[in-house]
């Protein structure tokens, strides 16, 4: 996504506030699928493009509700909240102050602007990266749909908590033992875009290749796990330094502001993933190899 793409997506947003959108319509007016636009436009602008809505229009809401002589419920209504209740708890909760008291003088209030994209100068930075392809892989994993709106929401530890739920459940180890020693890599799978869908499936799993255990792996695919496909693609790669999940997130935030406006490449809507060797270089977190094409 372009800069360009993400004034449009906040202009849209601007002009049509008041009526029933969401990132997913927003997503078809710049032409993108929803999980995709959801992911770029968090990582580039720190929030998602539900996050801004609301926030602008809460915005809105105290505007009218101290210049004019809106009632609570009409404005509840007229920013899309369904009762008068559940618009006081957002208001409260974003100003600090109920509706009512936003409507008396002298009430300390939030403004969050409206957010217009510039380019500007920072001091320059190597960000390191490598571009391979690979053909069709194969992946055994253990695999669960996650909402996309958990994409970039720094509060959220689905993803963590589903590594901790699986390493606690002995699940990872049988599909490590499939591998043989030295061989051992874990992947972190993340589905393509898909148009129109409100979650995305995230995988952890091992190569399946010659190397593994075929009789093993057809064991664990009737016990629930499942293999995963890729189809061939180029990728870009990125070596994540780091003790946590915090330089990923770093990477991926990079990836977006530094990495596609300088070199031309753009992601694709192929699976990504994180790689965690067994044994890898000191510091290093993961690598993450992120689908791509030239524009």
């Given at each position: 996504?372009?800069?360009?793409?993400?004034?449009?997506?906040?202009?849209?947003?601007?002009?049509?506030?008041?009526?029933?959108?969401?990132?997913?319509?927003?997503?078809?007016?710049v032409?993108?699928?929803?999980?995709?636009?959801?992911?770029?436009?968090?990582?580039i602008?720190?929030m998602?493009?539900?996050?801004?809505i609301?926030?602008?229009r809460?915005?809105?809401?105290?505007?009218?509700?101290?210049?004019?002589d809106?009632?609570?419920?009409?404005?509840?209504?007229k920013?899309?909240?369904?009762?008068?209740?559940?618009?006081?708890k957002a208001?409260t909760?974003?100003?600090?102050?109920?509706?009512?008291?936003?409507?008396?003088?002298?009430?300390?209030?939030?403004?969050?602007?409206?957010?217009?994209?510039k380019i500007?100068?920072?001091?320059?930075?190597?960000?390191?990266?490598?571009?391979?392809?690979?053909?069709?892989?194969?992946?055994?994993?253990?695999?669960?749909?996650f909402?996309?709106?958990?994409?970039?929401?720094?509060?959220?530890?689905?993803?963590?908590?589903?590594?901790?739920?699986c390493?606690?459940?002995?699940?990872?180890?049988?599909?490590?033992?499939?591998r043989?020693?030295?061989?051992?890599?874990?992947?972190?799978?993340?589905?393509?875009?898909?148009?129109?869908?409100?979650?995305?499936?995230?995988?952890i799993?091992?190569?399946?290749?010659?190397?593994?255990?075929i009789?093993?792996?057809e064991?664990?695919?009737?016990?629930?796990?499942?293999?995963?496909?890729?189809?061939p693609?180029d990728?870009?790669?990125?070596?994540?330094?780091?003790?946590?999940?915090?330089?990923?997130?770093?990477?991926?935030?990079?990836?977006?502001?530094?990495?596609?406006?300088?070199?031309?490449?753009?992601?694709t809507?192929?699976?990504?993933?994180?790689i965690?060797?067994?044994?890898?270089?000191?510091?290093?977190?993961?690598?993450?190899?992120?689908?791509?094409?030239?524009?």
């Open positions: 996504m372009s800069i360009q793409l993400i004034q449009q997506a906040i202009n849209y947003m601007e002009e049509h506030i008041c009526e029933p959108i969401n990132y997913v319509k927003v997503a078809e007016k032409h993108m699928s929803g999980y995709n636009f959801h992911r770029t436009f968090s990582f602008v720190g998602t493009a539900n996050e801004y609301r926030k602008r809460l915005t809105l809401a105290a505007m009218d509700l101290q210049t004019t809106i009632s609570v419920m009409d404005a509840a209504l920013y899309g909240y369904e009762s008068p209740e559940s618009f006081a208001f909760r974003f100003h600090g102050a109920t509706p009512v008291q936003a409507k008396r003088k002298g009430t300390k209030l939030h403004l969050f602007q409206p957010l217009v994209i500007i100068m920072e001091g320059g930075s190597i960000m390191d990266y490598r571009i391979e392809h690979k053909e069709k892989q194969r992946f055994i994993a253990l695999v669960k749909a909402p996309n709106e958990i994409v970039n929401d720094d509060s959220d530890h689905s993803i963590p908590d589903f590594w901790t739920e390493y606690e459940k002995n699940l990872i180890d049988p599909m490590k033992l499939l043989p020693a030295g061989k051992r890599d874990l992947y972190g799978l993340c589905s393509p875009a898909r148009d129109n869908e409100t979650h995305f499936n995230y995988g799993g091992v190569m399946a290749d010659e190397d593994t255990d009789a093993g792996l064991h664990l695919t009737e016990k629930g796990y499942s293999v995963w496909e890729t189809e693609a990728y870009a790669v990125f070596q994540c330094f780091g003790s946590d999940g915090d330089c990923l997130a770093e990477t991926w935030s990079r990836f977006f502001k530094e990495f596609v406006p300088q070199t031309g490449y753009t992601q809507d192929d699976t990504d993933y994180e965690y060797f067994e044994h890898g270089e000191r510091g290093l977190f993961c690598e993450l190899w992120v689908p791509v094409k030239k524009r």
